[in-house]
């Protein structure tokens, strides 16, 4: 498979197509639109998120809600459009009535700026926002869908808010969005659920942001998904190439991730054992990943969100039309956007993991993938857990 | 670029193809045997890194030691070919009379076996195992050589071993490599290079391993490689699925990375100043990537590296086939290959960074890409450090 | 570059996205739907030319008209999806109550049903229509602009439709467009232009269809696009890719084409000669590539149109409901496309032609890249024709 | 799968890395060798093939003739390297020794200076040479043999040399080579041959050099192969782009070819009968082609040749060092390289094919994707013929 997507934060909206999605796999086209939800909740979000409400209309690729193993399309409307079409309409809009020189730090207004050259980070902004992800969370909902029909459940929840920590690890992405999304922080872990929520307020009142992580989990993959046999085919490396590429993404780990560094390989590895169907092992520190391959067991992959860089209480900076000191603008913005940074890393996960499954299963419409599927499963004989 | 490796563990040798390198450099091919060299030190290796003694015998793509532009072909031997071909050899070697059932934790063995229909794990071992990095080390020794000659350079040094950390964080890449070489364990902290080394002198005696953690920096890299545009063009993707495509690493990290989970936004962007010659920052907690592109400042990446799993002390595991439980055999193995970890990254970046850069630059031949190097330089008029 | 299109026939719309073209281009965006205009037009057309009218709304990778190294995304409607949406809506059609079970010859049918397992062609007609290249023309159209204001002319001219032959054999591509499009069949000799046109008078009184041949000119390319270096590099390969993706498109030649099979070496290649500015030619046998690359000279390129498969007069095929013989169905359809061919193959070609030069020139914005091209042409100094 | 060759004409060697090829292909080793050697031969070769005898030596990605599923890599030795050396050695070659100014019309010498700089035109010609072919033969010896043992056959026939036209169209690619290989111009026609003969003879006697036209023919193959849903997955576009990245290659047709542009709709298409085991054609004037996918029948592919650019009786340039008119200098050459043309574009067929099919069987090892293909014919009930 392979995706593009288009579209300014200001602009008419979000395109996206998604080329090579099997054919025969019915979608259920109201749960795209309520993973365009979910990526809009959270505790901690500014004002923009109550105006978009998104939804993807369909417009090409399906017909009946089934698809047709041709590329589809869906554009998500941008809901303020109107209000900034005089800057920003493909045609006729008129971006230079509508500078921004003093570029904002965290953001990719400087670097955007000196790579295009630039006087005005506002067309640099307008696409690097995180606006963007809605297109990609639109995308991940397909192949959710497709994964979930060949039995495989993509889950996330929150595990760190501005230095608050969830102590829940949870065993199976199976019904675990069920819980998180229940958490106005996606936390799993009450205690931990109030401090974060503690922090944002914090953060409200003093004009700061909060960062933090999510644990992502994979549930049902069966073995043999990515390579050792070259780079670019292993697993763990397209699984970061991903989510590295999500704004805000600062770090990714699978199972262990950076604690490797300090524990002993005798509490590193996962050991095996014999079971009725297969094997077994008691511990996932791998993350589900050995030698650039799926193991069978659950993938585990955390990342890190880097807070918000539009702060209320600004931030010093240049205004590179006069190369003069001054304070970067605070734009509306959120204060904490790491329940929402979950949903993006599902979606982004959910393509990665579905168009890794596909490399090896080929296969054109959903029955002949789902049998094969299957045979990866047999051939394993790997215990449902 | 792109470039393929090939080879087996103890096959006849690796083979690297380089494609797209311009035309133009003058390369220090000695220099390329010393990175393969430096891919072999450190302290905790086993016995095989005396057997081997890398050397890339280079067969195209040069003539006279300066590139053409043409495909850059190496092939580095492996010195104990003779005493395995009687089951590697590739026309007439009989692998069925070497047999490994009992799957090793921790490796591709058992993913790999299940993947493929294999009752024997070692044609796995044989392209899974670590010896591959000997090929991406070559390749990313031209690259080293091509960035030197645009003023870019690329360094690491080892931050933790065993959970014993280095408290040095050096400013720059430049010179960094003739420090860290200095110590067998590659730490710039003489306190923590001794602790690191007597928790590798533990893993000896105790038949463990350790793992632990490598920063890497580039220096000298211009503002606006890499891009916000598009998901698959922004550099931190880019450099993390080449990072995790590495044997054993099993996290990346940019700038503050997981540490932005616990740091609020006011203290994790990087505000501006103006200077006589652009921009200048006091901070670097994004290492030196924003929205996807390099930001002028080094760039500053980490990676934690997992212990070997081949511990002396053995691990549970199943005959794959018998099904029985049983102990992985121990084959000869290092204790820590934490040192030579960073000369692999180094490579992977350096072969990432060139990459997107040549994306940026295009050009042919190496003044046309030099010169316009300088060009991106004046453009962003940041200052020398 | 890279793009995807998408879209049914008779869904709601095509959608297009560009991505990696450079910013700071101008678009006249009535000159975008004018291409799709041309495409419409040529003698020899059926009922639905009249119904389509095809406009591209933008939505995405411009302001004011300006291109911002965004995506570009556009959106072009299908006029006639309201008549079709109990069948082809998204969302809510319901295409198994429009089969189509007798496969038709010379169209993806048959291949496509047993491709997916579909026991109905429409799914596979709706995208594999030539309805899909108003897309690309789209795009096109966009490359084109880049390209004219480079100084680079992509133009067409019909050389032949069921056998009657143009002798025209324009020397440049600029204003030949211009000349081209006076004739309804775009043939630039009058006599063959009225035996073109009785011919396909003659088709629309049988019942049967006519193919054809175009030759596509680009002009003003600078000397060393594309590459000898790699397969994958050649520049003839790329616009054989491009060409031979189009629907209907069944041979491609470049210069002399499948002439060289009959003339001798010494009449083959292009001799050359000083000039005041570089190296002159009086022939253009190779048209326009030696080696993958182009060499200065115009690039001369000829596709052969395959005739229309759906023939008023029916052809004997299989329904493959039933098994048993029968005729394919007539749906309303053209006569002859091969004027338009020509606006199709324009727009691959001068996507191919831009993708490749911008891996020479790099660059992320117009300025950038246009001096780049300046200093391709000192290079080379050739003369200007 | 991918692949990358490398080597100069006259430096060390060929090299090629071959990667994604399956797992548990028994490969015959010395039918490798025999295709290099079948590259090799042909009437109207110089002295050159006489000393190559090339030999590819497999380094990696098979134990005992079986391949691993990891990346293959060999390597052909230059027999001649030797004697070159001193120019061409690559650590300490000289090659501004063995200047080329008088840049050879037809070559990739003029574009390549142009391209890179050059003042010597002999980087250039060393790796545009046809001498790299004989990797491309070996990457496809691979994959014909994987074909081959999937019922795939792939062959050619050599249909015009210098205007000598063979008569004969053989109904399948089995047997063809067997045919075809005993005639030292590789026709199947002895009339044809003698004349083609004798145009070589005449050639040889003048100075000229001769090319012509090769059919490739590929039986086997299953339906549904390629796409009609994205233009970059069309199985015409992806084969033209391999043979057109040929060395001379300067035409491609499918099945009627450039005949489309005289034969109306009605003698284009191939009507389709009933069978007792699915759908019969009296005809296959779309060489198996059709909607972009392989329809079940014989692709049936032309390709033009052209003659060879270096001709004795030398032809009019220009010295790049000086400005001035000269005379190309006729190196050592061939004065037909028809013959093995037909060999190099078995290979790049063979490999785009074998690819294509992977697309859609997936799979790691060769039982699970004969499995597949045999799935794949089941569904197509296509009878043999």
Known sequence: MKYLTAGESHGKGLTAILEGFPAGVRIDCAAVDAELKRRQLGYGRGGRMKIESDSAEITAGLFGSVTLGSPIAFFIRNRD??????????????????????????????????????????????????????ARVGV???????????????????????????????????????????????????????KMIAVIDECMRSGDTAGGAVEILVSGLPAGVGSYAHYDRKLDGILARHLLSVQAFKAVEFGLGTAVAHTLGSHVHDEMAPSECGVVRNTNRAGGIEGGMSNGENLVISVAVKPIPTLMQGLKTVDIATGQATVAHPERSDYCAVPAAGVVAEAVVAYAVADALLCVTGGDDFDTIAARVQEMRQRAKVCAK
Do not use: M
């Not at 990719?108 to 690097?128: I, M, Q, S, T």
């Not at 495989?152 to 999304?181: C, F, M, W, Y």
């Open 81 to 134: 459009f109107e209000k900034w079409q005089a800057y920003t309409h493909p045609v006729s809009g008129d971006i230079t009535q509508k500078k921004l020189t003093a570029v904002r730090p965290g953001h990719a207004d400087y670097a955007g700026c000196r790579k295009y050259g630039f006087d005005n980070a506002r067309p640099v902004l307008e696409r690097a926002s995180a606006r963007e992800t809605a």
């Open 140 to 194: 991940g909902a397909f192949c959710k869908q497709l994964l979930s029909a060949l039995g495989i459940t993509v889950g996330s929840h929150v595990t760190e808010i501005g230095g608050q920590k969830s102590t829940a690890r949870p065993l199976s992405a199976v019904g675990l969005n069920d819980r998180s999304d229940l958490s106005p922080v996606r936390c799993l872990d009450a205690e931990a659920e109030k």
